[in-house]
């Protein structure tokens, strides 16, 4: 699995604060807010908009916050805290304990399959084992594992993305983004990974799919 962008950091940093609010939207989307691309534009831009709830409008806010943070200092080491300090702004004012690691279980919808209770000790070592042949296929491996790791109560696969688009952008491969019309089938997929713990199929679908970026 090859990079299928070779972008400079900068023409990458680029390419994310030029689509920042398609990919705010697709994630919004993702986690069920069904928000409009006009709606967020307007809310990225410091408005609000009727017809959303307020957790709803500071989900959208959140992400706005956590893209800038990543993007304002790429470079920060990516460790355990770097990804609780995401789920603490992906999740601040809306979900208990942003940015904690769970100690309760927590259910996942649409499968009765749970994962287990996270232990910091043991999430340290098995994100150093998180590689790849390619940086993007390490970028996929980190947000699948985190994505089913569920370290956090809420907010997993927000954390995930924005994770993962971490080492994209650092390394100029592009961004990970579920388009809407790809996200039945990728949330498909996910359950079966949840399930099976098999990520071969979802991992071929992220490729082919939901890789954005631009020749330069």
């Known amino acids: ?25 697709k994630s919004a989307n993702l986690e069920g807010i069904a928000v409009t691309y006009p709606d967020t534009q307007v809310i990225f831009d410091g408005y609000s908009v009727q017809g959303y709830k307020i957790e709803e409008i500071t989900a959208i806010n959140n992400l706005k916050k956590a893209w800038q943070f990543i993007l304002n200092d790429i470079d920060l080491e990516l460790n355990l805290a770097y990804i609780c300090k995401i789920n603490g702004i992906v999740g601040e004012g809306i979900f208990y304990n942003s940015g904690m690691i769970r100690s309760t279980p927590v259910k996942i919808g649409g499968t009765t399959w749970q994962p287990t209770i ?63 019309d790809k996200q039945p089938e990728f949330y498909k997929l996910l359950i079966k990974y949840y399930e099976t713990s098999n990520k071969e199929e979802i991992k071929e679908y992220i490729y082919n799919y939901c890789i954005d970026g631009m020749t330069f």
């Open 1 to 25: 699995m090859q990079d299928l962008y070779k972008l400079t950091q900068e023409q990458n940093i680029f390419i994310a604060k030029r689509n920042i609010v398609d990919y705010i939207w």
């Open 118 to 180: 996270p232990f910091e000790s043991q999430i340290k070592e098995e994100l150093d084992k998180v590689s790849g042949e390619s940086n993007t296929e390490r970028a996929i491996n980190m947000m699948l594992y985190l994505m089913r790791k569920q370290i956090f109560l809420d907010g997993n696969k927000r954390t995930a993305m924005l994770i993962a688009n971490k080492i994209m952008i650092e390394n100029g491969c592009g961004i990970i983004s579920i388009p809407i």
